[in-house]
């Protein structure tokens, strides 16, 4: 896809540091690194983690060393084995620097050069202590899709998925000081979780802290063979949820994030019991789960079908 990025790298602006998280990224690799050094009205410097990449991305990587600001953390002599674990290296072994703010960042998209400006513009006129924003999806047949994700947030909503993918997540320094020493604290407990974006989410909401989602869409959502997570959404990905419900895994992840981020709220008691009752009072409640009407139907559906077993 030809996308015209700005050539140069911005010199002024506050610093944000970018934790990019890599694995066999190397058709896509050189394109997204181009637009986060192209952002406009920031510093930029990137931190990489590769997950023993076998397709050259390390190569690239160390290419882009002499080119822009990125520094690459040393290999574990380990697979991490999902963007999830990298991500969680990434934050706990991430020097802070002078860097104001701090971007997660896929190995695969492309972003539009004001992203991060847009974040920290938004973070700072709200008071907000976390932002993500909705996205464009793109496939290689040139077909776009917008991935709104930026519904009025509810109550309980962190506690039932993530607001949109993560990379568009931008915090501010303390805020990400605070996620840091959490992730240290917690790094060996946190790793079975299976998203980093849900879990990361649920840590700021669940202590006080505001989140905002943008509506406006700051990049392009690359959507390929290969996406770990990708757009959830149509049949197949419908069906792949269902599969989740059912196999006990999404109340798992429900309960994990919970007592990972030290949720004792009585809705997390009623899905750990999960009796007939406790199913009736989750669906009564379930407009303080989740965002759109929609959601909160297919949720419904979901608790009521989920299976009873020990939490």
């Not at 050189?30 to 990137?46: K, M, P, T, W, Y």
């Not at 290689?140 to 917008?146: A, F, I, Q, S, V």
């Not at 006990?248 to 997390?268: H, K, Q």
Request: aromatic fraction near 10%; include cysteine; charged fraction near 20%.
């Amino acid at each position: 896809m030809n996308v015209e990025i700005p050539v140069g790298q911005t010199t002024s602006g506050p610093h944000v540091r970018v934790l990019l998280a890599t694995f066999n990224g190397a058709p896509w690799l050189d394109e997204q690194l181009h637009s986060i050094f192209a952002q406009q009205g920031v510093r930029i410097s990137v931190v990489a983690s590769d997950d023993s990449s076998s397709d050259g991305t390390p190569e690239l990587l160390q290419a882009w060393i002499g080119r822009g600001a990125l520094t690459v953390l040393p290999s574990t002599g380990a697979r991490f084995g999902s963007a999830h674990r990298n991500f969680l290296r990434l934050i706990r072994d991430t020097e802070l620097g002078d860097a104001a703010f701090f971007a997660l960042s896929d190995q695969d998209d492309i972003w539009l050069p004001q992203k991060l400006s847009r974040g920290i513009e938004c973070l700072g006129k709200l008071s907000a202590q976390g932002y993500s924003s909705n996205v464009t999806a793109f496939w290689p047949d040139g077909t776009r899709h917008l991935i709104d994700k930026a519904q009025p947030q509810r109550r309980f909503d962190q506690l039932f998925g993530s607001p949109g993918p993560g990379c568009t997540f931008v915090f501010p320094r303390s805020v990400f000081q605070q996620l840091q020493q959490w992730v240290t604290q917690n790094f060996d407990r946190i790793q079975g979780i299976w998203v980093h974006d849900w879990l990361i989410y649920a840590f700021v909401r669940c202590r006080g802290m505001r989140w905002y989602i943008d509506d406006q869409p700051n990049m392009l959502y690359r959507q390929h063979g290969r996406n770990e997570i990708g757009v959830n959404a149509g049949w197949r990905a419908a069906l792949s949820r269902l599969r989740h419900v059912r196999t006990g895994a999404y109340r798992r992840d429900i309960l994990a994030i919970a007592d990972s981020v030290g949720e004792t709220a009585g809705v997390v008691q009623l899905v750990r019991r999960l009796s007939v009752l406790d199913r009736l009072r989750l669906v009564l409640q379930v407009r303080h789960f989740r965002r759109r009407l929609i959601d909160c139907v297919i949720l419904a559906f979901f608790i009521m079908v989920m299976p009873r077993e020990r939490g």
